[in-house]
């Protein structure tokens, strides 16, 4: 079942991805803005607060002495004091507007204005000497100045705490927006390593793999994006490759079947001769011929056909056009029947020594194998050349795998081509003289094996191939190859 019910391409994801990561800053970012506004404000108002307390402090302090002395300029700098106060007030409210300290502002001027009047009434009361009343107002103006001290330290203080509470708000934004992005972080990481990052690196193994001849598809995950698509076109060029590359393993065969040729005319033309031979002295002497001898010539005759039967049959199973196929095959035939097939190239001066035991049985494509025998054995035909030499291939089974080893002491390969002695159309003979296809083959019929296989050489000494193959292959073994690429990304 699809949890998301909508099928997004690559593209559509990232842009998804980035539209979410642009609202988040652009929404923690219009929040911070307004905090820091907001912050901004009353920061000012607090500073504007701190000018009032102290020139109600002033204020507070000419009353005292008022109470003290009774000077009447005391009063006076009262009136110016809360003349200052008022004008303070006034000019930052229409800045203030809208904060919530605002009104308790306005209250506050209110307050002062009763405190002008009473300070007026003092005066009054003074001129006049009235004492009673003078008393009476000291009690009152006492009472006033100390509640609008105490007013603007409240207001001062609470501002104060409206800004400590709008840091601690951008602090905990901060560590929240830090945890929100560490937990997308952590979720949309392996989002994109699954869905993007791995498909991508399955197709780079792949193509590694292709590179070293085996061309196994990829299993299409239904991702329904690009990488879906590259998987799908993937696997068209996989199978394209594939069908080119028997093309040119074929070709091969034939190119091989033509160096041949003169030699298997050779192999044909003996048993032919003798047939012919046989045959002629049976129709002109048959009737003055012992019995027993005619038999032993007419068997003859049978033995002969035989053999070129046998080299037809194997013409034709090497150059037949069949589907890979592991079957299990004594190696040792495969082998004598590459040599017989070769019988015809290999020089007087040339000895060839086969060492394979007969018990060691291999699964392998009988016919791609022993086209791999054959370019091994031609190309040490060639290393040797005119003077004499010798081939040696043997074998051996260790454990689950059976290694066999092609060895000439021909005129062996540089030590700066063996690294690339496997490449395509890489070769080390005369132009006009080689592809450089066969070794390329080679390696990939062997990695189609699942099989591995190296070159050890000196120049002047010899070359020595190492093929090593698994003895048997679990039938289910390429599937799960194929799942271990899908779940890990593939194997390098």
């Known amino acids: 079942m699809q949890l998301w019910p909508l099928r997004l391409n690559i593209r559509q994801k990232i842009i998804i991805g980035l539209a979410f990561v642009y609202l988040t800053i652009l929404l923690v970012g219009g929040l911070s803005y307004f905090l820091l506004t907001e912050m901004k404000r009353k920061a000012e108002f607090v500073s504007i607060c701190d000018d009032l307390n102290n020139s109600i402090l002033e204020m507070r302090r000419f009353e005292k002495n008022f109470f003290l002395y009774g000077s009447t300029s005391s009063l006076e700098k009262i009136s110016e004091y809360i003349d200052e106060s008022v004008k303070l007030i006034d000019t930052m409210l229409p800045r203030l ?3 919530k300290g605002s009104n308790k502002l306005l209250q506050i001027r209110q307050e002062l204005q009763g405190y002008r009047d009473v300070v007026q009434a003092i005066k009054e009361s003074v001129a006049k000497k009235d004492l009673e009343r003078l008393h009476a107002l000291q009690d009152e103006l006492r009472d006033a100045g100390k509640k609008i001290t105490g007013e603007v330290e409240e ?36 989002l994109v390593s699954r869905k993007i990052v791995r498909p991508l690196r399955v197709i780079e193994k792949s193509m590694l793999r292709i590179a070293g001849g085996d061309f196994k598809p990829l299993p299409v995950m239904q991702t329904y994006d690009e990488t879906q698509k590259v998987v799908e076109a993937f696997n068209k060029m996989v199978a394209e490759l594939e069908r080119r590359q028997e093309q040119l393993v074929q070709a091969k065969k034939l190119s091989s079947l033509g160096i041949l040729t003169s030699g298997i005319a050779h192999q044909l033309n003996n048993p032919l001769n003798n047939i012919s031979t046989s045959c002629q002295i049976l ?4 009737d003055n011929m012992d019995p027993e001898l005619v038999k032993k010539m007419i068997s003859n005759v049978d033995h002969e056909v035989g053999r070129a039967r046998d080299i037809v049959k194997g013409l034709l199973e090497f150059s037949r056009v069949r589907e890979f196929s592991l079957v299990p095959t004594r190696l040792k035939d495969v082998v004598d029947k590459t040599r017989r097939l070769v019988s015809s190239q290999i020089p007087s001066w040339v000895d060839v020594e086969i060492d394979v035991p007969e018990e060691i049985v291999v699964e392998i494509d009988s016919p791609r194998m022993q086209q791999v025998f054959l370019n091994l054995f031609m190309n040490s035909i060639h290393a040797i050349g005119n003077d004499a030499g ?12 059976v290694v066999i080893e092609f060895e000439d002491t021909g005129c062996g390969i540089p030590k700066e081509h063996l690294d690339k002695i496997f490449d395509p159309f890489f070769t080390t003979k005369e132009v006009g003289a080689g ?17 591995e296989i190296g070159v050890e050489s000196e120049p002047g000494k010899g070359t020595k191939f190492i093929i090593t193959l698994p003895i048997r292959r679990d039938h289910g073994e390429q599937e799960e ?5 899908a779940n890990t990304g593939g194997r390098g």
């Open 155 to 190: 207001l001062t203080r609470y501002e104060r705490e409206r800004i400590h509470a709008i840091i601690d708000s951008l602090r905990y934004q901060l560590i929240t927006v830090l945890f929100i992005v560490l937990i997308a972080g952590a979720l949309f990481i392996p």
């Open 390 to 401: 010798k081939i040696t291939v043997r074998a051996r089974a260790t454990g689950e795998k």
């Open 481 to 485: 190859e194929l799942q271990d690429v």
């Open 435 to 451: 592809t450089g296809l066969g070794l390329s083959i080679v390696y990939g019929i062997i990695e189609k094996h699942s099989g």
């Open 283 to 286: 129709l002109e002497d048959m």
């Open 97 to 99: 507007k809208g904060l």
